[in-house]
């Protein structure tokens, strides 16, 4: 199957997540609550912005092709795409045209918020985490090492009635 965003990032990926196998589900809906793409760095590297961009459309591409897209999710990728353009223009701009697309930028980044494709997940944390934890015999999940596969895999095993595996 064919990628959705364009292919991962291909530079030095050292100390930043890259895979929904090592995000911590904390750092994914920090993502998508504040659209800061630093949330996927935990090391020293400094990264730009236009890699963490690159980084995270990977990261998406793989969520999407494991676990589909609902309306919210296409919402927010036809938003993102249009982020990232804009982005990209304005790196490339001369001074004059800059401030414009900078000011488009922060009213796309304003409007972006609202967009949370993973609202519902969010506000009902706690319950899915309860449910998993009894699912599993009391088996805690921590959100500071829980993966976004684990998280979302445990989410589809409770929605199929399925038994939760550790």
Do not use: C
Not at 38 to 48: A, E, P
């Amino acid at each position: 199957m064919q990628r959705l965003w364009s292919s991962r990032y291909k530079g030095s990926t050292k100390w930043v997540y890259q895979s929904i196998d090592d995000l911590p589900i904390k750092n994914w809906f920090k993502i998508f609550e504040t659209n800061e793409y630093s949330y996927l760095v935990y090391g020293k590297k400094k990264y730009t912005e236009s890699e963490l961009a690159a980084i995270w459309a990977g990261i998406m591409d793989e969520y999407m092709l494991l676990f589909g897209m609902s309306k919210e999710m296409i919402n927010y990728i036809m938003h993102t795409k249009r982020l990232i353009g804009l982005e990209i223009d304005s790196a490339l701009a001369d001074d004059d045209k800059k401030k414009s697309i900078d000011y488009k930028i922060k009213f796309e980044k304003a409007k972006f918020k609202e967009l949370n494709p993973v609202k519902e997940e969010q506000d009902n944390y706690m319950e899915i985490v309860a449910a998993v934890e009894t699912a599993r015999g009391g088996h805690q999940i921590d959100e500071n090492t829980t993966t976004v596969r684990k998280f979302y895999t445990y989410l589809k095993q409770l929605e199929s009635g399925e038994a939760v595996k550790r």
